[in-house]
């Protein structure tokens, strides 16, 4: 389990990017998770909640967008997708694939954020 | 009050991922072979190493060991046995190694530096999960596999073997009292990790570790060339 390690990082990422924003509210941050990354959204969520008290992303929503796996098929000349994780063959032609193109992402995609409206 | 969404698109371990990709660098400029061995606790990571360590010395090569464990400094005391150079790093409860920890276990190991090394070999903590979320900058990655833990071990931790170089299956001496099925177990391997080189060994006969040496200096060569 290192979903925690994983959450503090996001939580200096988040925090460094919306001092560009000062007074801005963090509403959401939106992961890109590799079905391959090897982390529980539960335990993510979980982490979260308790990570980001006092911080400047307390009270937002995270949202995880888990990646299917997609090798290529030398076969096939094509990118294609696999449908789980117990058999790397291309799903159209049964070959093995070991050339991973998609699968292993964990990042931070974007931020919504609530900014005040100046004085004018 | 306005939103608006900031792209971002910064990978997690990112601070990792760069120490790592120093790591690396350094590494190959010393000429030295890195190999990160993960399992789960108990496959034989240890017992294989001590092995090897002392096959590689008999035969001259320059050869270390940085062991990750939670708590003990055991493993390390039992691969000093082999007289290489071994140095424990304890992770004081982390399931895993980092980049972090390798860089700071290297600066100021007193006697070892890289370019008088040929092979450096990191025993990570057993665990099948986190390590393989974190690259230590090793030029090949070892999953090991006990005949004991059951062979679809590869199916139900399919990141680790998928990002593994090398699959080593250990305690082969026990194939025989524990039922083990080879063949299901090497079908397994490849259907995760499709191609890749697999090693039947046991730490206690010596089955398997000839073409294991040989593959190590192999790699070795064709990197450096
Ligand atoms: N029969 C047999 N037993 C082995 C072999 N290799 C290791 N063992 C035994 O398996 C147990 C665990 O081996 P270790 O080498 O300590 O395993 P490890 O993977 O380093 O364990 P952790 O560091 O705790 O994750 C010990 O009792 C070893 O003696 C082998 O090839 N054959
Ligand atoms: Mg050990
Ligand atoms: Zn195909």
């Known amino acids: ?22 007074g801005a509210r963090v509403v959401e941050v939106r992961l890109r998770v590799g079905a391959l990354a090897s982390v529980i959204e539960d335990s993510l969520q979980f982490c979260y909640g308790i990570a ?6 307390e ?12 090798v290529h098929c030398a076969a096939c000349a094509a990118d294609v997708e696999l449908e789980g994780l117990q058999s790397f063959r291309c799903p159209c032609c049964g070959e093995p694939c070991s050339d991973l193109r998609q699968g292993r992402e964990l990042e931070i995609e974007a931020i919504e954020i609530d900014e005040v409206e100046e004085a004018v | 009050m306005t939103t608006r969404i900031v792209e971002l698109r910064k990978g997690i371990l990112k601070k990792n991922d760069e120490l790592a990709a120093g790591l690396r660098a350094n590494y190959s400029a010393a000429g030295v072979l890195v190999l990160n061995l993960v399992s789960s606790p108990g496959t034989g990571k240890t017992e294989f190493l001590e092995v090897t360590l002392r096959e590689m010395k008999a035969r001259g090569a320059r050869v270390a060991a940085l062991v990750g464990d939670l708590e003990t400094d055991n493993d390390a005391r039992r691969l000093a046995a082999s ?6 790093i304890n992770t004081h409860g982390i399931c895993h190694l980092d980049a972090e920890m390798i860089g700071k276990h290297l600066d100021g190991w007193e006697g070892v530096a890289l ?19 974190y690259d230590l900058g090793e030029g090949i990655r070892v999953a090991l596999l006990s005949v004991t833990e059951g062979e679809d071990k590869p199916l139900k931790y399919p990141t680790l073997f998928n990002s593994a170089d090398a699959a080593v299956i250990t305690k082969m001496d026990l194939a025989g009292p524990c039922g083990f099925n080879r063949e299901l177990a090497l079908h397994n391997i490849n259907e995760i990790r499709p191609g890749i080189r697999i090693f039947e060994t046991s730490a206690k006969t010596g089955t398997g570790i000839d073409e294991w040496l040989a593959y190590l200096a192999e790699e070795r060569a064709s990197r450096s060339a």
Not at chain 1, 52 to 57: F, H, K
Not at chain 1, 59 to 70: A, C, K, Q, T
């Open chain 1, 1 to 22: 389990m290192h979903e925690l390690s994983i959450v503090a990082s996001i939580v200096d990422t988040v925090t460094e990017s919306v001092a560009a924003y000062p």
């Open chain 2, 83 to 88: 007289g290489a150079p071994v140095r424990q």
């Open chain 1, 59 to 70: 009270g937002s929503r995270l949202v995880v967008n888990i990646l299917p796996v997609v």
């Open chain 2, 115 to 133: 370019d008088g090394l040929d092979y450096l070999f990191i025993e990570n903590v057993g665990n099948l999960v986190c390590p393989s979320s």
């Open chain 1, 52 to 57: 980001t008290e006092g911080t400047p992303l």
